[in-house]
């Protein structure tokens, strides 16, 4: 049980516009900045959204992060087929001294 | 250009010990927190061990912690992460990752850990 609570799964067809969520607590989220990642099997993870809402260099704008309270969301406007991948959220949680991610959703582009 | 390649992983029995090490190059090591994170088969990322930059602070995860040990060469360039006592649980990809204030914007390919009778 993953301390972050994200959908296992989210689907959508290209160029919709979804979103996936990331439920935390006053420890992690509430406190600390959200990050989001982007992982394809057998890859190295990459960043994707970092400090809540900013994209690093080379991430396409169509990719946004938002935060409000204990939550956050991730949410790709003008779906892609290669965004078809598996997103974690993380946070650094004060009490447990330590970083949690969310179990992950896997996103499937019909 | 930064980077992180991971090596060491291999197969091992219930209760025994394996270092993994992480090489990196491409940005002043010394001056950046490391982590640890790995995935087991079929599961999610799960985030192990963090060190700061010059390796005086370190916290694990609750499911390794007294197991595992992280620390780190600075002069080498190098992270390392110590697994003793692995269980089967213990078997995935573990991956060095490096911290910087918008998260973990560096990772190595990871480096495969079996622990099986």
């Known amino acids: 049980q993953s301390v972050l609570t994200q959908p296992s799964s989210l689907s959508g067809t290209p160029g919709q516009r979804v979103s996936m969520s990331c439920s935390g607590s006053s420890s992690n989220i509430g406190k600390n900045s959200v990050h989001w990642y982007q992982h394809f099997p057998g890859t190295a993870p990459k960043l994707l959204i970092s400090t809540n809402n900013q994209r690093p260099s080379g991430v396409p704008d169509r990719f946004s992060g938002f935060k409000s309270g204990t939550s956050a969301s991730l949410v790709i406007s003008g779906l892609q087929s290669e965004d078809e991948s598996q997103y974690y959220c993380?946070?650094?949680?004060?009490?447990?001294?330590?970083?949690?991610f969310g179990g992950g959703t896997k996103l499937t582009v019909l | 250009e930064v980077h992180l390649v991971e090596s060491g992983g291999g197969l091992l029995q219930p209760g025994g010990s394996l270092r993994l090490s992480c090489a990196a190059s491409g940005f002043p090591f010394n001056a950046y927190t490391m982590n640890w994170v790995r995935q087991a088969p079929g599961k999610g990322l799960e985030w192990v061990a963090v060190i700061d930059s010059s390796g005086t602070s370190v916290s694990y995860a609750g499911s390794v912690k007294g197991r595992f040990s992280v620390f780190r060469d600075n002069a080498e360039n190098s992270l390392y992460l110590q697994l003793d006592m692995v269980s089967p649980e213990d078997t995935g990809v573990y991956f060095c990752?490096?911290?910087?204030?918008?998260?973990?914007?560096?990772w190595g390919p990871g480096t495969m850990v079996t622990v099986a009778s």
């Open positions: 993380a946070a650094w949680d004060d009490n447990l001294n330590g970083w949690v």
């Open positions: 990752a490096r911290e910087w204030h918008v998260g973990f914007d560096y």
